[in-house]
Every structure is written in structure tokens, then in C-alpha cells.
């Protein structure tokens, strides 16, 4: 009966997921900033949000685990995305040092929040009866399906 629940709570949170999407109210999932970046290149959005500092390529493709070329690869697409720029090290001119855009920090943020907000929507959908909840579910699924005719 638990499992049966659990999936119900789960349908009911991508219905709803599926409803503010098509209103355009949730920040973007992810999925979605993933159209425009690799999972690489959001990894190395990670590390230097995490770092706090402009990194050098070398200390990416360190944190990486990854070698060759493929790092400065991924840092020229992200130059490219407008999320990270790139300078000379003044220590040393002859490193380069990667940082966060603006853009980048604020899609960083957008994926953070949007996750925080789905886990706090399935912890108070997981707080209804099994009643209304079956009831909700109907009613979004209804939503969801008249959404899919619009233009």
C-alpha cells in the first residue's frame, strides 16, 4: 500500500511539474539548461561555483579527472554559452584563468532553486489523503491533457 502511495505522490508532483512548465512559471529544470550544455560543461560550472575563484584550466581538468585537450574544449563552448569567461593569469600570462559569468551563476541558481522547490511541493503533497490526492492527480492530469491541445 505504501509503494501504491508513494507512486501516486510521485505521478501527482509531474503533473504539477508538467502544469508550471507550461505556464511558464518554474524556473528551468536541468533537462533544460542540458539543451545547451553537456554534462562536462555543467560539471565545470559547478567546480567554480564551488571554488569561488578563477581557476586555471590545469586545476579544472585536476578536478575533472579528466585529461588532454578536452577541458579546454568544454571552457571554449562555455566562452562561447556566454558562461565563463576566460583571462590571463596576471601571476603568470602564461595561464589562462576561467571564471563564472553573471549568466552562469544566475542558471546555476535557477537549477538549485527549482530543485529545492519540487522537494518541498512533494513533501507537502505527500501530507494529503489518499482521497484528495487521487482527486488532485484527475484534475492535473485533465490540466495537462488541455494543455497539450493548446497552440
Known sequence: MEAEREKLV????HLLHCVRRMTRREP???SEIEQRLTMG???????????GEPMTVGALR???GVG???????VDRLVNE????RRDDPADRRRALVELTPAAE????????????RGLLRQKLAQLDDATLRKFQ????ALVVLGEDAP
Open 82 to 85: 556566454g558562461m565563463v569567461e
Open 68 to 74: 588532454g585537450p578536452s577541458v579546454s574544449r568544454m
Open 106 to 117: 544566475a542558471a546555476l541558481q535557477e537549477i538549485r532553486g527549482g530543485h529545492e522547490q
Open 28 to 30: 528551468p529544470t536541468l
Open 138 to 141: 484527475e484534475a492535473l492530469q
Open 62 to 64: 585536476e578536478r575533472l
Open 10 to 13: 510521485a505521478e501527482v508532483d
Open 41 to 51: 560543461q555543467y560539471r565545470v560550472l559547478r567546480i567554480l561555483a564551488r571554488a
